[in-house]
């Protein structure tokens, strides 16, 4: 008997990246902080997907990237080729060849007989991933599901109110003097692209992207300096991290000073800090200002609401790495950051056991 998987109102929607027309890895779970509709149509003869594609392509001001985003789910494999719509903001196509969105979402069966059945859906999907309903895609529906989406309230009250992001804001972490003297390290030494990691066939790597981020890093190296940043997340983070989450933080990640600059647009995408074999020992992000002399440079959790946070120098944004994130564009200035991860004896082990999968040079 063919099983699939049937998503209930409530239900978070799992994280699938898969290929689009305009990206080779477009991941959902990076693409929260809107509503998202899912139409798994897989092929173009099903009945009611014309009058879905001529829905979505029409409704701009539903699918726009801001209010909500479509994906329509083709299973087609010359879908690439003779695709049946045009991508644009708000709008794009999963080419699903390999079945890997219509099994995690339900049209396809995850066990069962070879041949099972396709089940063409809708998924309606809150800006926390979280399903809002799932019905059948058949003649008719997609009026239905235009109606629904232009009946829900802007994304940043889709809970009825504005929501708070689950972090700790923590002013006084580090003194002026300690963040001067690292601010000073970076000028004297430069900085180095920093990169960001992607999962690519099991391994984790190292890649670089201007337009999805743009920062520059120095490595603090000497001992004397790290044992004073230890010293001051254990005394003034690690308690607070205990306090709110229950969680004792025994080791740290990464010793940079980082730079966002204005005139290199530096910025930082929405991202998630724990995606790949080798970041999935991460648990909590520590985002430690140095200055004020910028604008921009806010960290924002578009799940929960587009409230950006700017730390005053010295003072901590503190959250889960599972969290999607992000920093605005720096428009004034250049924001300096000491950048942290803390994680327990527990997930140390995960990280040991995850090194063979780190790509030499990612680190």
Request: net charge neutral; proline share 7%; hydrophobic share 40%.
């Amino acid at each position: 008997m063919a099983k699939y998987h049937n998503h209930q109102p409530g239900d978070p929607l799992p994280h699938v990246a898969q290929r689009t027309l305009g990206q080779e890895r477009f991941n959902l779970g990076a693409a929260a902080g809107r509503y998202l509709v899912l139409c798994l149509y897989g092929r173009t003869d099903t009945p009611g997907c014309d009058e879905a594609l001529a829905m979505v392509q029409a409704r701009r001001d539903l699918f726009n990237d801001r209010f909500a985003s479509c994906f329509m789910v083709s299973t087609e494999p010359d879908a690439e080729q003779s695709p049946p719509l045009a991508e644009r903001a708000g709008l794009r196509l999963f080419l699903d060849d390999d079945a890997r969105v219509g099994r995690t979402c339900g049209s396809v069966a995850f066990e069962g007989p070879e041949g099972a059945p396709f089940r063409p859906l809708w998924l309606v999907v809150d800006p926390m991933l979280r399903l809002i309903e799932a019905r059948p895609l058949e003649r008719g529906s997609a009026g239905a599901i235009a109606a629904l989406v232009e009946s829900l309230p802007p994304p940043e009250r889709f809970a009825g109110f504005a929501l708070q992001a689950p972090i700790l804001f923590l002013p006084r972490v580090f003194e002026p003097e300690l963040c001067a003297e690292m601010i000073a390290r970076y000028e004297a030494h430069g900085g180095e692209v920093s990169g960001f990691m992607r999962a690519v066939e099991g391994k984790t790597v190292g890649m670089h992207d201007p337009s999805f981020k743009s920062r520059r890093d120095h490595i603090i190296t000497d001992q004397a300096l790290i044992r004073t940043l230890q010293d001051r997340i254990l005394r003034r983070v690690v308690p607070e991290i205990a306090k709110a989450h229950a969680f004792h933080a025994t080791r740290m990640e990464r010793y940079i000073v980082s730079c966002y600059r204005a005139d290199e647009g530096g910025h930082f995408a929405p991202h998630r800090d724990n995606t790949t074999p080798g970041t999935a020992h991460r648990r909590f992000a520590i985002s430690i200002n140095l200055n004020d002399e910028f604008d921009g440079g806010e960290v924002s959790f578009p799940e929960y609401s587009p409230q950006g946070f700017k730390a005053p120098p010295g003072g901590a944004v503190v959250f889960s790495c599972s969290m999607l994130h992000a920093v605005s564009r720096v428009t004034r200035g250049a924001r300096y950051a000491f950048l942290p991860f803390v994680y327990d004896d527990a997930a140390a082990r995960i990280r040991e056991q995850n090194l063979h999968t780190v790509q030499a040079g990612s680190a």
